[in-house]
């Protein structure tokens, strides 16, 4: 079965600095990889996805993920933090599900950012 | 309306109470699921409909019942909850198959529940 992990529950930034954030997944195929990102109170919204192809995919509101097979990695990254960007941020690792298909979700790395 | 609509976005009910949650998507998917989100907790899937068959019951208690009468509409009937199931429920849609290169779950702003 499919699982996703991301080490860090909680990451504080400064607005302006850069930001990384970390996930790592096990799927025994191809993974179709995900970052959701969600404000309190709020349902989750897709920021970049990568299913193949260039391993470093662009998303939404500057964001960027880097796709590493050796390392079973699929990291978050922005350059510059906006005090808009704090949230919780969601790693997923999709897989066929009968005629559907499912997502699994990491436990989410909540981000603060500093004024 | 645009995306994927829950009603209500809070909802309190006692132990006894029948209700349920409604989710609408207009993004002309055919596959749409149920998750609970609760707190310190990963997202749990608890219901996927494909092409309005149920597809997974992802060994949920019955006093959740869903239904989806189309593609577009998905309920989660609940009775006699527990404290327990107070929970953000998040309702997705997305379409069924994934060869296109979509396959990513849209979601709607999930339903708050609490249950005394």
């Known amino acids: 079965a499919q699982s996703v992990t991301q080490p860090d529950i909680h990451i504080t930034v400064s607005e302006g600095a850069s930001l990384e954030l970390r996930c790592n997944y096990s799927?025994?195929?191809?993974?179709?990889l995900f970052w959701y990102v969600q404000s309190p109170g709020q349902g989750l919204q897709l920021l970049l996805k990568?299913?193949?192809?260039?391993?470093l995919v662009q998303g939404i509101k500057g964001f960027e993920a880097e796709f590493k097979r050796s390392q079973s990695s699929f990291n978050l990254r922005k350059p510059s933090v906006h005090w808009s960007d704090a949230a919780e941020y969601f790693c997923?690792?999709?897989?066929?599900?009968?005629?559907?298909?499912?997502?699994?979700f990491g436990s989410g790395t909540q981000l603060t950012v500093l004024p | 309306e645009t995306g994927v609509t829950q009603t209500p976005r809070h909802l309190v009910m006692g132990m006894t109470n029948k209700k349920s949650l409604k989710c609408e998507q207009h993004?002309?998917?055919?596959?749409m699921y149920w998750y609970k989100q609760s707190a310190k907790k990963p997202l749990e899937l608890m219901f996927v409909?494909?092409?309005?068959?149920?597809?997974e019951n992802n060994s949920v208690p019955s006093r959740f019942s869903p239904e989806c009468p189309n593609s577009s509409h998905l309920f989660l009937h609940l009775h006699t909850l527990q404290p327990e199931d107070s929970a953000l429920y998040l309702c997705?849609?997305?379409?069924?198959?994934?060869?296109?290169?979509?396959?990513?779950?849209?979601f709607g702003p999930g339903t708050r529940l609490t249950v005394l």
């Open positions: 997705a849609s997305s379409h069924h198959n994934w060869t296109s290169g979509g396959g990513e779950q849209f």
């Open positions: 799927y025994g195929a191809t993974p179709y």
């Open positions: 990568y299913f193949s192809g260039d391993t």
């Open positions: 997923a690792v999709g897989a066929p599900l009968g005629s559907a298909r499912q997502l699994t």
């Open positions: 993004l002309g998917h055919n596959a």
């Open positions: 409909y494909s092409l309005e068959e149920r597809v």
